[in-house]
């Protein structure tokens, strides 16, 4: 009788484990990370909460707000761009604050320190 008792024991447990296993759902196939790089802009005093004049290689242009740099690595908004060599300007006012080529990879997120 216990030999009984540890085989049925033994099926629920197997029928229990693959009952519970996903194996007829269909699995997401999850390919090559997305070919964008990230900027935030950050400022320790004077440019915090104001928007600045981001210009990339000369042809895009977007405007983009500023955040105090202490919280620059838990909030703020990153803004995507392409990857690859990138000539960044920003200015605020018609001065030029940053000039720059960066190189960025994909799903990098660069930090721009502004003064």
Not at 41 to 55: L, N
Not at 76 to 98: F, P
Request: with cysteine; net charge positive.
């Amino acid at each position: 009788m216990t030999k009984n008792k540890f085989l049925m024991l033994a099926l629920i447990l197997v029928t229990c484990l693959f009952t519970s296993c996903r194996v007829n759902y269909p699995v997401a196939q999850q390919s090559g990370k997305d070919d964008v790089a990230f900027l935030l802009f950050a400022s320790p005093d004077e440019y915090v909460g104001k928007t600045v004049k981001v210009t990339l290689d000369g042809k895009t242009t977007f405007e983009a707000d500023v955040i105090k740099m202490k919280k620059a690595h838990t909030k703020g908004t990153q803004y995507s761009v392409s990857t690859g060599s990138k000539s960044i300007k920003v200015e605020s006012d018609g001065k030029v604050l940053y000039q720059k080529v960066l190189m960025l990879s994909a799903q990098e997120t660069k930090l721009i320190t502004l003064p």
